[in-house]
């Protein structure tokens, strides 16, 4: 399994506002930089997870993004499920052998098992060793330190 770009984006936003510390506002323009990836793609994730309830923005001159939820209630897979557009692994669909295929079953179990395992990690799971990430981001004082 493969995730999106989009995706990958979108964890990455999450784990630096849930690194910093409590309520402190995160620029898309900083977030940019630590990561190193375009502005412009962040702006369009940004927004999208604002949309959806994930992240608060505050605009303005001092403005920026934080978690609107505590980071225990903020579950992996389904940050994954709103992201991907599609889980398909392969086209199944359009295939004719698809009916007597073995692969078809097999690949829903694969991808069940998949969700399964992140639906089982909270973004406060993946913020265990917030320090850590705080000093490879560049942030002067992430939460816990």
Same mark, same amino acid.
């Given at each position: 399994?493969?995730?999106?770009?989009?995706?990958?984006?979108?964890?990455?936003?999450?784990?630096?506002?849930?690194?910093?510390?409590?309520?402190?506002?995160?620029?898309?323009?900083?977030?940019?930089?630590?990561?190193?990836?375009?502005?412009?793609?962040?702006?369009?994730?940004?927004?999208?997870?604002?949309? =959806?309830?994930? !992240?608060?923005?505050?605009?303005?001159?001092?403005? *920026?993004?934080? @978690? #609107?939820?505590?980071? /225990?209630?903020?579950?992996?897979?389904?940050?994954?499920?709103?992201?991907?557009?599609?889980?398909?692994?392969?086209?199944?669909?359009?295939?004719?052998?698809?009916?007597?295929?073995?692969?078809?079953?097999?690949? =829903?179990?694969? !991808?069940?098992?998949?969700?399964?395992?992140?639906? *089982?990690?909270? @973004? #406060?799971?993946?913020? /265990?060793?917030?320090?850590?990430?705080?000093?490879?981001?560049?942030?002067?004082?992430?939460?816990?330190?």
């Amino acid at each position: 399994m493969r995730l999106t770009r989009y995706t990958d984006y979108a964890m990455r936003v999450l784990l630096y506002a849930g690194a910093q510390e409590d309520g402190r506002l995160s620029p898309i323009s900083e977030i940019s930089r630590a990561y190193d990836i375009s502005q412009n793609h962040l702006m369009k994730v940004v927004n999208d997870l604002v949309n =959806a309830g994930y !992240l608060e923005s505050v605009r303005g001159r001092f403005g *920026g993004v934080r @978690l #609107a939820r505590d980071a /225990a209630e903020i579950n992996v897979g389904a940050v994954v499920r709103h992201t991907e557009e599609g889980f398909d692994l392969v086209d199944c669909a359009s295939c004719v052998i698809a009916p007597a295929c073995g692969l078809t079953g097999a690949l =829903a179990e694969a !991808l069940a098992a998949f969700m399964r395992v992140l639906d *089982g990690y909270s @973004l #406060a799971d993946l913020l /265990a060793s917030r320090r850590d990430l705080g000093a490879l981001l560049g942030i002067s004082d992430p939460v816990g330190t």
